[in-house]
């Protein structure tokens, strides 16, 4: 168990926002939240998955809604810990540690958002190692764990407990619509998880990883070094395609932001383009119309000269980016993985297509 | 506490539709499910509400979603119990006894089917006294008990818990969104109600006077008499019109059906109109383009051969109905209850007009 400090939010920022790949949501409202926290003198602690006991019980916690949507209404660190209280009185047990499904963007600041105000420690672990836009997309999923029950809460006085669920897109369909009549943003506390359950089937260290990786980003822009570069040693990704963004064509549909975008290429790949498709998160990328990754590999747009990742909602004409490729925890990539969070998934007719096959499981 | 019979099933029926008000939804598919249970040996008991004990815990349930689905999509027994257990897991409690928000049109039967396979009595009361359509229009909702929790379930596995919700309109928009997302048919546990709530705000022996009513109607009607009168002895109404159906407009819009119908005087009225406005249940009466009655009222058209209600669901052209008006329960008609129910709850600016004022309250 360690604090988390100060000057770790910004980096957490920086390294989240690039494991969104394009999704997730900005966490620049998180940040500022919990930096006004920590002004206050509230300091968050971070725990070691293998810290928690078998019988801890750990509040999984989200904020659900649309990224543009989350732009424009302040996320309150008070919310999450009321989908947490209504859980905590569903249950009639108290939660020891609370954490995030998925440390992707502005969702790995949420448990720490709660901690913050519960006095909860936060445990260094996900289910995805990235984002998702769905909620049968994480690991727990993919293990077969019960998804139900799940609380949503609103800055109003209204809280919902799924308690059983048919079937995970049941739940996600049930929990998209009242998080619609919500105003398209709530926090959730999805189905609680034993200790054992989190050490045997979540993500671990990916608070810590995205930490490491927005601090590696950050030294190489002020030492004036090449930031990307940077990010792909820190994340052992590879370089796809550089360019200039072309064009962009997003369309917000029942609850996801969907669409395409072109990269023309400049220096080494001039005369190429480099298409990427996505549903929240950037799922496909076609290099002169060929596939060359799918999800559930880290498909990311950064921008080169900062390093800094580009969200889908974000994209825009003219932005200079680097295309690269992060690898996937190894528990999406096995065939169950893939049925989950393959290409397939998403929608599109393609099997499995990654960068990193050399590097095996 | 005394057992419902098998013949009093059909008057059940027949007494519910007329206090539907036009609304409600057929009791037809109800009935004929708890008739195959009574084929099958079970019977039902119903206990004066004043037996309750202070502290017993009573279940209030109904079927929600469209009266037009629900004509076409099985209402199963089985789906009321899991909403009624889904509302005791939550609770830590069990129920002592069941009841209906509204005895108006289907769910008259509803606590009745729960009862049949749960072994609880029903308790001889509802919330209404008929029918409405929205969820804050009930006693209840005008004695500012509390709304939540509410639970809902649907034939599939899926199980929903509204814990808290900020007022009751937000408690009928995330219930109704549910629903719909269910397939617009849904059973609900609605906030338990203690013996001592149920004996000071509900309606009592509403199940026993729509039995009574349908049983008078069936009664003049094999006699040859004019069960139109009967009906209007037996709830002592006033018949407003007697006419044909020359028109109706009706849309299903935001999970209700709305519309208006007109009614072309023959016999006495001839040479005159009525006109009625509805939201699922019938609102306002218009004789000659003047309002004479209103909602809380209960307006119903009744066929005048064999005094059966016509549902808004089921008007159509050349129907020989009869307007009647019947006495709403003295709480609809307090200063509170007018707030609740009266005719701008409806839309419809004007005041509460009543065909009963020199009845007093």
Request: proline fraction near 4%.
């Amino acid at each position: 168990m360690r604090q988390i400090e100060q000057d770790e939010l910004e980096s957490l920022a920086t390294g989240a926002s690039i494991l969104g790949s394009g999704g997730g949501g900005a966490p620049y409202i998180f940040q500022i939240n919990l930096q006004n926290l920590y002004a206050d003198g509230v300091r968050v602690k971070l725990m070691d998955p293998s810290d928690l006991a078998d019988d801890d019980l750990v509040a999984v916690v989200t904020m659900m809604g649309s990224p543009l949507v989350g732009q424009e209404r302040l996320a309150d660190a008070e919310i999450g810990a009321k989908a947490l209280r209504a859980m905590e009185d569903f249950l009639g047990r108290r939660f020891s540690a609370v954490m995030t499904m998925e440390v992707g963007g502005g969702n790995a600041f949420q448990p720490l958002l709660v901690g913050a105000v519960t006095g909860l420690p936060v445990v260094d672990a996900d289910a995805m190692g990235r984002a998702f836009p769905e909620a049968q997309m994480n690991s727990f999923a993919i293990a077969d764990l019960p998804m139900s029950p799940l609380s949503i809460a609103d800055i109003r006085d209204n809280e919902i407990v799924v308690t059983r669920a048919a079937s995970w897109k049941w739940l996600e369909r049930l929990s998209r619509k009242v998080c619609a009549e919500l105003g398209s943003v709530a926090a959730t506390c999805k189905a609680p998880r034993t200790g054992a359950e989190v050490k045997a089937y979540a993500i671990p260290n990916t608070t810590s990883q995205a930490i490491a990786l927005g601090q590696e980003v950050r030294r190489a822009r002020a030492a004036h070094e090449d930031p990307v570069a940077a990010a792909l040693v820190a994340a052992k990704g590879k370089l796809l395609f550089r360019g200039k963004v072309a064009d962009v064509q997003r369309q917000a549909t029942e609850g996801f932001l969907r669409g395409t975008t072109r990269v023309e290429g400049i220096g080494d790949d001039r005369g190429a383009v480099f298409d990427v498709a996505f549903q929240n998160e950037f799922a496909v990328g076609w290099r002169d119309g060929k596939i060359v990754v799918t999800t559930p590999d880290l498909i990311c747009l950064l921008d080169t000269e900062s390093g800094e990742a580009i969200g889908t909602e974000s994209l825009r004409y003219g932005q200079r980016v680097s295309v690269v490729a992060l690898p996937a925890s190894p528990v999406l990539r096995t065939p169950k993985g893939i049925a989950h969070v393959g290409p397939r998934a998403f929608g599109h007719d393609t099997d499995y297509i990654t960068v990193f096959e050399e590097q095996g499981q």
